[in-house]
């Protein structure tokens, strides 16, 4: 896959670096490599109030995420996925610990820079497609862009918007497109001011299988194409089979990982978490 570079704070930003670090990683054919890393947390905790009654949805967190890749968090309910994501993507404080996308800790950034890195560096899946109503598909796709006054890459906006086959539905407004159909245009637009990170909660969480699995399959080919890097919370295996690497958790913890997922090795882990609380 090409590289691509980082932001960093310490650097102009019309600079960058690359962040490299030794991940064992089955679809390279290596263990120990030098893989580029998109975002990476160390000791992250994550806790809700004090004494008695506090509650550590994060527990000493470390995890780094591989460039140009799709990854899955998955794990019981209150097990700590959304928050890890919410935290990784800069949406959350962290009580301690430290959190770099790409060669920029975001755990030391103020507000307005944050906001800005976000802005630039970072896209989002929700599962409410939050498209507005009187915009066309295409309004929507830029309309970030258009509110950061930034001039869309013709080039590379066709090329989005053919990956997530929207060449003729760019004029029809939310109401005139079926869920699924809404949900590409929310793709298209996290994709489109090709940001060094997508985070997706629950993307397909509104949506019925076979639009589930259109959306599945457009994030799959904007890693495989426009290597693209992609973070995914989902409880669904289905959903989790198409990414490249999947992340467990339990308690405010990664407990374990799966390279190559498939639906039904992602059942059976599953299945672990309800017989033993955690995989063993």
């Known amino acids: 896959m090409p590289e691509r570079t980082f932001r960093s704070t310490h650097l102009p930003f019309n600079q960058g670096v690359t962040v490299t670090t030794a991940v064992a990683n089955p679809l390279t054919g290596g263990g120990g490599e030098s893989t580029a890393v998109a975002a990476r947390a160390r000791q992250l905790v994550k806790a809700y109030g004090s004494g008695e009654t506090g509650v550590v949805a994060l527990d000493r967190v470390d995890v780094d995420i591989a460039r140009g890749a799709f990854t899955a968090i998955m794990g019981p309910s209150g097990s700590g996925k959304s928050t890890l994501m919410h935290c990784l993507a800069g949406l959350d ?22 906001t800005r890195l976000r802005r630039d560096h970072i896209g989002f899946i929700f599962q409410a497609f939050n498209l507005l109503p009187t915009l066309t598909a295409a309004e929507n796709i830029t309309l970030p862009m258009d509110i950061a006054g930034v001039k869309p890459d013709r080039a590379w906006l066709d090329q989005v ?5 929207l060449g003729g539905r760019l ?14 245009v929310a793709v298209a637009r996290a994709l489109a001011s090709r940001p060094d990170i997508i985070f997706g909660d629950e993307p397909t969480g509104n ?8 959306v599945l399959g457009f994030l799959r080919r904007s890693v495989d194409e426009l290597s693209q890097t992609i973070v995914m919370v989902t409880h669904d295996p289905v959903a989790a089979s198409y990414a490249d690497r999947v992340l467990y ?5 990664i407990v374990d990982e799966m390279w190559r997922p498939t639906a039904e090795t992602v059942l059976d882990r599953m299945k672990a978490f309800d017989t033993f609380g955690r995989v063993s």
């Open 93 to 114: 404080s962290v009580s301690s610990g430290q959190i770099w996308v790409g060669g920029t800790e975001i755990t030391s950034l103020k507000d307005k820079k944050l």
């Open 161 to 165: 918007v053919q990956t997530v086959g």
């Open 249 to 253: 958790l339990a308690d405010g913890r």
């Open 207 to 214: 949506l019925d299988s076979r639009a589930g699995a259109e």
């Open 171 to 184: 004029r029809h407004r939310p109401a005139q497109l079926s869920g699924g159909q809404q949900q590409r």
